[in-house]
């Protein structure tokens, strides 16, 4: 299965822009749906988006719609999550994840149990 390292996290004020990356390595990346989760100090994680196998379907909490665009290239089995207009409550822990159910065709899986997890990568943003 694929594994996960992400990168891109770090501290911007608020009402800033950061590009966080998920590079994949192992076969078939097209083949997993891809998610990004977060977690805060204190508090439990939570989803924020995902995106099939393809890239046609995407899913995203309220708390981000309208902020955070994720992509994806399957050419570099990387996932991109481009965050704007950044708030202090998006500070968190930020992984992203990976679910092979369905070819990655469906969403369902990834976003509540992924089967892959990277290591996290930390954005602070400043008030």
């Known amino acids: 299965q694929v594994q996960l390292v992400e990168s891109g996290g770090g501290l911007v004020q608020a009402g800033g822009s950061l590009r966080l990356s998920c590079a994949a390595s192992?076969?078939?990346?097209?083949?997993?749906?891809m998610g990004w989760f977060r977690q805060a100090p204190g508090k439990e994680r939570e989803f924020v988006t995902a995106i099939t196998g393809g890239g046609l379907i995407t899913a995203y909490a309220d708390s981000v719609k309208g902020r955070f665009i994720i992509s994806r290239d399957n050419t570099e089995k990387t996932m991109y999550l481009q965050m704007n207009s950044l708030k202090p409550e998006d500070t968190a822990v930020y992984y992203c994840a990976a679910d092979r159910a369905f070819g990655g065709s469906t969403l369902s899986r990834v976003r509540s149990n992924p089967q892959v997890w990277g290591q996290g990568t930390l954005v602070t943003v400043s008030s």
């Open positions: 192992g076969p078939t990346f097209s083949d997993y749906a």
